[in-house]
């Protein structure tokens, strides 16, 4: 027995080995696309439910080369640091679109770009976030954050002080990923922030055909506390007609339109 027990051990510990091998291989990854400008941005449409019209888009970052989807290195930049020049990249990136777009004559709509809690507590991040903007002459109102409960986890003090900064900026603040963590009703009654985004598995689980009542509860609360709801992940139209009805603001999914290339973005917006 305890020879089987030490084998296990050696196959955990290879595992180990590779996956901290893949950390590595990922981390320099990342470093060489911020050296590169291997990362871009896709933009997803947020639709108003009523109107049907594209109200805003969602920021989602991608890496060129290799492709890599955020999921297999956000965490990783997370744990490195390296997030903080991701994050500076992102938000660089997004506010010289909305001035492109500008220049061309596009009516804007905002752009809301995901930030992860280091970033928050980074303490240049509002000073970076206001310069940004008055350089290319984009008002604050085009600019919004995307936070999740886990910016309470470690300096939730301080990050709330720096969401309120952002938020004085004229900046607008959603709540991402609403529903996946249980606390989030309590959260919400002392966080600066102006929308949730009721996140995609718990709208899965929660949407009811016959009877909604339980999801527009929550949208209902929402509102009580004056804040917008976003539902996310709408990928078929039995859903979107039961939403449809329901009281929520905005709505964004693969049914509207996946994360597209700027160009394509281009094409939700008007000319005057
Ligand atoms: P998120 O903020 O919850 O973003 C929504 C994710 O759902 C995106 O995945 C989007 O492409 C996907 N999605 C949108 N509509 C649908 C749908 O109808 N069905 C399904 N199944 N999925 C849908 P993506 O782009 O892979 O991003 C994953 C996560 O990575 C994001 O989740 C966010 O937490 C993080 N992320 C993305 N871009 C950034 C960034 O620039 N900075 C930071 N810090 N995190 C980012
Ligand atoms: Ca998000
Ligand atoms: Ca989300
Ligand atoms: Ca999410």
Redesign the pocket.
């Known amino acids: 027995a305890k020879n089987s027990g030490k084998n296990k051990f050696s196959i955990f510990d290879e595992s180990m080995l590779f996956e901290f091998n893949e950390k590595i291989r990922i981390e320099q990854l990342i470093r060489s696309a911020l050296d590169n400008e291997w990362f871009f941005?896709?933009y997803?449409p947020i639709i108003d439910k009523s109107t049907g019209e594209t109200s805003s888009f969602?920021?989602?970052?991608?890496m060129s080369e290799p492709k890599l989807?955020?999921?297999q290195f956000?965490s990783i930049?997370?744990r490195t640091g390296l997030?903080i020049q991701?994050?500076r990249w992102?938000i660089k990136e997004v506010i010289e679109q909305l001035k492109n777009w500008k220049i061309n004559g596009y009516n804007l709509k905002p752009i809301a770009?995901?930030?992860?809690p280091k970033?928050i507590y980074d303490g240049n991040l509002v000073e970076f976030l206001e310069s940004q903007l008055k350089i290319n002459n984009i008002d604050p109102s085009l600019i919004e954050i995307?936070i999740?409960e886990n910016v309470l986890i470690e300096n939730g003090d301080s990050n709330i002080v720096t969401l309120q900064r952002i938020k004085d900026l004229g900046i607008t603040i959603s709540l991402?990923?609403f529903g996946t963590n249980y606390s989030s009703l309590n959260y919400l009654t002392y966080m600066p922030v102006d929308k949730i985004?009721i996140?995609?598995n718990f709208k899965d689980k929660f949407i009811n055909f016959k009877n909604n009542q339980f999801l527009e509860g929550i949208v209902f609360l929402a509102h009580t506390l004056n804040l917008k709801v976003v539902i996310?992940?709408?990928?078929d139209e039995d859903e979107y007609s039961i939403l449809k009805k329901g009281e929520s603001d905005f709505l964004?999914?693969?049914?509207f339109s996946?994360?597209l290339k700027k160009e394509d973005a281009t094409k939700f917006l008007t000319k005057n």
């Not at 996310?232 to 990928?235: L, M, N, S």
């Not at 964004?252 to 049914?255: F, S, V």
């Open positions: 941005i896709e997803q969602e920021a989602l970052i991608r989807m955020p999921n956000i930049a997370e997030i991701i994050g992102v770009v995901n930030l992860s970033q995307e999740t991402d990923d985004k996140d995609k996310e992940g709408v990928e964004q999914g693969y049914l996946r994360p």
